[in-house]
Each structure stands twice: as structure tokens, then as C-alpha cells.
């Protein structure tokens, strides 16, 4: 059981404060990400959702930080998009930053930028499958010239950058977003990730001969969830026997490790126990096995709000040291997930009576975004 | 941002000097990226611009992105002798990089891009030293932190180029050996190695996964390399029997000095099914060799965790009804080593039952 004194109570006012102050600023450290700052926001804006900022916002017309302004943050983000003449298929995405003048010659899209740019968008409200200022047809098109003969996905045009399992997943994402899947050949993206398939039922990063991984697990499942296509796994009982095994024995003592023998790391509470969860929901019969419940929750919990720095706010990869952006994400939204557990008396008491937003836990990013009536596809 | 520099994060909050310092280093790197960035910028100047930052900080993945483009644009006025030229550079940079970061996507992607650039210039035999040289990095890269994937993938890159397996070809019926990660922009044309060669470069690799299991069996690293070679040591081995009584001596040496490290019972696993089950000795082997000794070591090891469920998944790889209480018994226990996980112990109880069941309806 938890010992008391390792766990920390959940602290709803600081992780605003904490998120809230990254929108603004990041310390030194993350200058390394300034071509990426598309993906901080993206952790940013959808950590304020799950705390119920925005909806708070928006209802009770309180009010946070002036960063903390929807307005604002979508008008930056449509700064980056790469092009905006629908008629013109050179190259539709989003930059990750403004770090380059506009028409630079360096200037490329990148397809992790294009998946976060869409999320942040739509869960601040804007509709991206019909908005005027985004190139939704040039931007499927640019998906197709990313896909490789192999299956996987360049991250630019200019394909000169790895190609991996997380790229098939931002492909995916964006097409469901988008409610467009002419820019994927899933037959071929099917079969790279069947290629990712190590000796032990995880998914590398890589295929033919990468080493199994939390994070391309989920990327390569939930992959398949967004295809329509995660009967590979459900109908190959070994591969579902042997990745259900793995997933579950990721959990040594407490937290969750992102491989065998390596350290506990709260952002694996996410990785894991979300492809555990699209595991055990058999889409065809609706029907769900809680495998969820193979995870101990209270140690998990317990272990991740261990990880909430008492003065900062967020959460680190590891206990003792400081919070960072990623990690304080997927803290957060495995405490969200850890909500669907049924059979949980403890959480409410863990978390203080708060309710963090429902998740979806294929997407990453909450639920009420991608809601049904609004045309998306019903997903966990 | 993965829990590096803290130590600089805090300095930042507390000593001034160090602020002011740190401001003038940003300035400095601003000062670069605007000269390297600039539309007029020479690429000879900024070859040697991303080559001074690199050094300094080999994250950003633009700055190897400018370098690569830069490279190809000259590449087509270069002559080979140029070659020595480059390969030096490059290597040396990307080398410099990594042992500061040896995580560096970008520097190991680089580097990738530098090799199959190279050998696709000439597929002499000078390419041999070449990559023979880089498997001695990889080990100095390994030796540092012996998980670290971006060292192990670069090794069995280089040994796909070793081979000539030609990724370009790669359909899904047939498997190279690694698929490059990289769009490379020519085809490869270095031949594939003889058979006798090919058997040379494998066995040093089923060789190299021996000896860091031998440092560390917990390596889960080189267990999962010593997969992907297996099928190769087997098909090529004359003495299946002692290859595969050596192996399981392997893994019940380890089970017996830890037995809830996991390394091992997943390579129980993994043998258990890809071993030769055709042959008549094998289930035999199993029988005595493996499920015997664990059922003593269960006895000897009341409180494992790993044992139970290990010795549980070996019977269930061939479920057979004479095993079946055994197995529950496995779970039994299980539910009370492994408390906290009793649902999950509770669902493997459930598809038992559902396989007697399955039993009797057939009956």
C-alpha cells in the first residue's frame, strides 16, 4: 500500500499557476525547443482543459494569466501555418515556432507541429475541418508525400529526418481530425507497424529489429485504433496475450518504467496505461475488458503525485528533481485516465475531491474536443 | 526536456554572474543562428558556423538539417577525393557531438546519413575498416550506458551495411536485417556479402550480444538483439541440442541467482517458442532442463513473484489439460505474492476456465 508521506495531495491551484507561467515563459533550459514550441503550448493549453480552465473561463468569466487567452494563442498559431492557398499542394502544415522570418528558404512544416497546431486549435473551439484559414485538403495531400514506400512518415518534406512510429501517429491523428484519410495508404502504415513488433509484443520505435518502447507502444496502437484497424492485435492472441503482459509488467514497485529494467518515469503512467486501456476495448462489440485494472493504481498514483513539485507545481520524470512540460502533461492526463478506473475508492481521496476533465486517451487531449455530435468518430 | 541540466536551472535562479554569463552565451548563439540562417549566408561559412554550434550543442536538429543540405550542394562539385575530406569531418563532429549528448537524435541521425553516403560512393573493400571501426564505437557508446537504443539501432545499421542487405528493397516478405531510418538520396550499390562473410558478421554479433550478457544479464538490450539473431544461430547451427541446453542454462542461471528480474523469463519466452519444437528433443529438454528445476525453485522461493508467473506462462505456451491446476496454482499464488495485481491474475484464472470449458464442449 501507499505510505502516506510518499504521496502528496493533489494541488489543482498550483498546477494552473504552473502551466499557466509556462504559456508565458520557459526557463533556459528549453531554448533547445524553440523549434518545437508549438508542442510546449500544445501540453499547455490542453493541461488548462483537463483542469477546466478554459470551460471555467468561458462560464464563469474568471480569469488567469493574460497569456492564458484563447484569442491570442490561436492567432499565433495560424502565424505558423506553412501555407495557406489551398489551390497550391507544395506544402500545407505548421511550423513549430516564428523562429524564422516568413518565406525563409529553411522554412518547412513539420508533421508533429501540423498534429499539435490542429489539437490546440480545436480545443479551443476553432472547427478545423471547415475553417476557411486552414488548408485542409493541401494538408492530407502533404500527409500522402510524407508516407515513405515502407509505410512510415517523414516528419518534413524534405524527408531527410528520421521516420518513425511517433510520425505514423501524428499522420493519423491528423487525418481523423481532419475526417480525412486519403493522405494514408493504411495498408502499408498497417504493415509498418506490424514491423515495429519486437520479440516481446511491444512496438519499437523502428521496425526490424528496434527494441520494444512505452512510448512507440502507444503511438503504434493507438495508430491502429485511429485506422480502424486494432483487430491486428485483438485477433492475434499471442500478440495480444504477450503486449497485455508487457504493458502490465511495466509496474515494478510503484510507477511505470518505459521499458524492462529501466527507471520508473511518470510520463509512462500515460504511455502505458493508455494503450492498456485501448487494449481492452473491443471496438467491433463495444464491449470493454477493464484491463485497465491490471495496473495498480493507488502504488501508480501514488508514485506520480509523488512527483508533483510542492512549490512549482508540474510534475517531473522522477521524484526529487524538477518539474518539466512533457512530463507534467502526461502526469496529468494519467490521473485523468486513472478516473475510468471502476473499481477506485482511493482516487478521490488522492485527488482531493477534484475531477479532472474525462480524456481521450487515443488522442491524447480531452475528450470533449472530439465530440461525436460534432462529427468525430466516437474513441476512447 | 528530460531531466537534464538541473544543476544549471538552478544556478539560473541564484547567482547573478551566472545569470549575466548565460545571457551573454544566448547572445552569442542568437548572433550565430541569424549569420547561419541568413538567406545571403556563404555555405562554406556555414558549414563552418553549424560546425562551431554543433561542437557546443548538438541538439537543435535544424543546424544538422542546414549542414546536410549545405553538403549535397557541394557534393555535386566535389571529386571523391574529397571523400577522406568529408568522411573525417563528419565523423569527427558527429563523434564530438554524441559524447556530449549520446542521445542526440540529430547527431546519430548524421551520422547515419554520412555512412550511407559513403559507402555508396565507392563499395570497395576500404568501406570495411570503414564500419569495422564503427561497431568499435558503438562499443565505447554501449559500454557508457548499455541501453541506450540509439547505439544499439546504429549498430545493426552498420551491420545491415556490413551485410548489404539493401533496405530500398525491403518488402514485407522480406526482412532486412535493419531497415535504415533515413531517406538516403542514392540507391546503396555496395554487394552483399558471401555467405561466408555474412556468417562471420553475424557470429561476431551473437558473440557481442554473449559477452554483454555475460557483463550483465539483466542487459534487456542484448537479450532482444540475441532475438533478432537467433532464428540466423539456429538455422546455422549443426548442435541444435547443446546450442539450446546452453541457452536455457543461460536463463536458469540468472532465474536462479535473481529470480525477479525479468530479463530472463522473457527470454524464456521467447525460446520456449521459437525454439525447435519440431525436434524430438526439445520438448524433453523443457520437461527436465527448464519446468523441473522452476518447480523446485518455487519451492525454494516462496515470495517471487517473477517465478510463479513465469514458470504459469511456460506451461501455457502448450496448454495442456494435465497442467491445468498446476497453472491455476501459479495463479493462486500469484493473487497472494502479487496483491496488488489480483484483477489481472483474476482474468488469467477466467481464460483457464474458459479452456476447460472449451474441453468439455468438445468432448
Known amino acids: 500500500m501507499p505510505s502516506a508521506s510518499n504521496s502528496q495531495k493533489f ?6 499557476a504552473y502551466f499557466s507561467t509556462c504559456l508565458q515563459q520557459l526557463p533556459a533550459p528549453y531554448c533547445k525547443l524553440d523549434t518545437n514550441r508549438l508542442t510546449m503550448v500544445h501540453f499547455c493549453v490542453h493541461a488548462l482543459d483537463l483542469l477546466g480552465v478554459w470551460d471555467e473561463m468561458e462560464k464563469q468569466n474568471v480569469k488567469y494569466s493574460s497569456f492564458v487567452e484563447a484569442n491570442n494563442i490561436i492567432e499565433w498559431i495560424l502565424s505558423t501555418l506553412m501555407h495557406i492557398d489551398n489551390n497550391d499542394p507544395q506544402e500545407a502544415g505548421f511550423i513549430g515556432g516564428t523562429f524564422l522570418p516568413p518565406h525563409h528558404k529553411y522554412h518547412h512544416s513539420h508533421i508533429a507541429m501540423t ?43 524534405q524527408g531527410d529526418g528520421e521516420h518513425d512510429l511517433r510520425f505514423l501517429y501524428c499522420a493519423c491523428c491528423i487525418s481523423y481530425l481532419l475526417d480525412d484519410w486519403s493522405g494514408i495508404d493504411i ?22 529489429g528496434g527494441e520494444g518502447h512505452g512510448g512507440s507502444t502507444f503511438c503504434g496502437v493507438a495508430s491502429l485504433v485511429l485506422m480502424n484497424q486494432l483487430y491486428v492485435i485483438g485477433e492475434d492472441a499471442d500478440w495480444k496475450a504477450s503486449l497485455l503482459h508487457w504493458c502490465v509488467t511495466r509496474q515494478q514497485k510503484q510507477g511505470l518504467q518505459g521499458r524492462p529494467n529501466k527507471d520508473e518515469d511518470t510520463c509512462y503512467s500515460y504511455w502505458i496505461g493508455a494503450t492498456l486501456r485501448l487494449l481492452g476495448y473491443d471496438a467491433g462489440t463495444g464491449n470493454e475488458d477493464d484491463v485497465l485494472c491490471f495496473l495498480d493504481h493507488a502504488e501508480l498514483r501514488s508514485f506520480v503525485l509523488s512527483c508533483q513539485h510542492p512549490v512549482l507545481g508540474g510534475f517531473s520524470k522522477v521524484r526529487n528533481t524538477y518539474p518539466d512540460v512533457l512530463h507534467s502533461y502526461y502526469s496529468l492526463a494519467y490521473l485523468s485516465l486513472s478516473q475510468k478506473y471502476r ?23 480531452g475528450q470533449a474536443s472530439i465530440l461525436a455530435e460534432e462529427g468525430f468518430r466516437p474513441l476512447l | 526536456m528530460h531531466g537534464r541540466k538541473r544543476e544549471q536551472y538552478k544556478a539560473l535562479q541564484r547567482d547573478p554572474a551566472v545569470v549575466s554569463k548565460l545571457a551573454a552565451k544566448a547572445q552569442q548563439w542568437h ?37 546536410r543540405r549545405v553538403l549535397l550542394s557541394l557534393q555535386n562539385e566535389a571529386e571523391n577525393d574529397n571523400k577522406t575530406t568529408f568522411l573525417s569531418n563528419e565523423l569527427g563532429l558527429t563523434q564530438a557531438a554524441l559524447e556530449n549528448n549520446p542521445k542526440a537524435y540529430g547527431a546519430w541521425l548524421h551520422r547515419k546519413w554520412v555512412l550511407s553516403s559513403s559507402v555508396m560512393i565507392s563499395s570497395s573493400t576500404d568501406d570495411t575498416a570503414l564500419l569495422e571501426n564503427e561497431l568499435q564505437l558503438i562499443q565505447m557508446f554501449l559500454q557508457k550506458d548499455e541501453r541506450n537504443f540509439h547505439g544499439w539501432n546504429y549498430r545493426r545499421f552498420i551491420v545491415s551495411l556490413l551485410l548489404g542487405d539493401h533496405p530500398d528493397d ?52 542484448a537479450i532482444h538483439y540475441r532475438t533478432r539473431l537467433f532464428p540466423w544461430k539456429l538455422e546455422t547451427t549443426f548442435d541444435v541440442e547443446t546450442l539450446l541446453t ?118
Request: charged share 25%; proline share 6%.
Open chain 1, 11 to 16: 494541488d489543482r491551484e498550483r498546477q494552473i
Open chain 1, 115 to 157: 498534429y499539435t497546431a490542429l489539437c490546440i486549435l480545436q480545443t479551443l473551439g476553432v472547427d478545423v475541418r471547415n475553417d476557411p484559414r486552414i488548408p485542409q485538403t493541401a494538408i492530407i495531400r502533404t500527409l500522402r508525400r510524407l508516407q515513405q514506400p515502407d509505410g512510415s512518415f517523414a516528419s518534413t518534406i
Open chain 1, 187 to 208: 495498408p502499408r502504415a498497417v504493415s509498418y507497424v506490424r514491423n515495429c513488433r519486437s520479440f516481446d509484443g511491444a512496438l519499437a520505435l523502428v521496425p526490424h
Open chain 1, 343 to 365: 473499481q477506485d475508492t482511493q482516487m478521490k481521496k488522492d485527488l482531493e475531491g477534484v475531477s479532472l476533465k474525462a480524456l481521450n486517451c487515443t488522442m491524447g487531449i
Open chain 2, 31 to 67: 548572433t550565430l543562428v541569424r549569420e547561419v540562417l541568413a538567406e545571403d549566408s556563404p555555405p562554406q561559412r556555414q558549414l563552418a558556423l553549424t560546425e562551431k554550434m554543433l561542437f557546443v550543442n548538438p541538439d537543435p536538429l535544424y543546424l544538422w538539417n542546414i549542414r
Open chain 2, 170 to 221: 525491403t518488402n514485407d516478405n522480406v526482412e532486412a536485417f535493419d531497415a535504415s531510418q533515413i531517406v538516403v538520396t542514392h540507391k546503396r550499390v555496395r554487394a552483399p556479402a558471401t555467405t561466408d562473410r555474412r556468417h562471420e558478421i553475424l557470429q561476431a554479433e551473437w558473440d557481442f550480444t554473449q559477452q554483454k550478457i555475460q557483463d550483465n544479464f539483466s542487459n534487456y538490450s
Open chain 2, 246 to 363: 546452453e541457452e536455457w542454462s543461460m536463463i536458469l542461471n540468472a532465474v536462479f541467482t535473481e529470480p525477479d528480474d525479468q530479463t530472463a523469463w522473457w527470454y524464456a519466452q521467447y525460446l520456449l517458442r521459437n525454439g525447435p519444437r519440431d525436434q524430438a528433443f526439445y520438448p524433453h529438454l523443457i520437461q527436465t532442463q527448464v519446468i523441473e528445476p522452476l518447480r523446485e525453485l518455487l519451492l525454494e522461493a516462496p515470495e517471487s513473484k517473477w517465478v510463479p508467473l513465469g514458470l504459469y506462462l511456460l506451461l501455457d505456451a502448450f496448454p495442456d489439460p494435465r497442467t491445468r491446476e498446476e497453472r491455476q496454482q501459479c495463479l493462486a499464488t500469484l493473487q497472494i505474492t502479487d496483491a496488488d495485481r489480483k484483477q489481472r491474475y483474476e482474468y488469467l484464472l477466467r481464460q483457464l476456465r474458459a479452456e476447460s470449458l472449451g474441453d468439455i464442449s468438445t468432448m
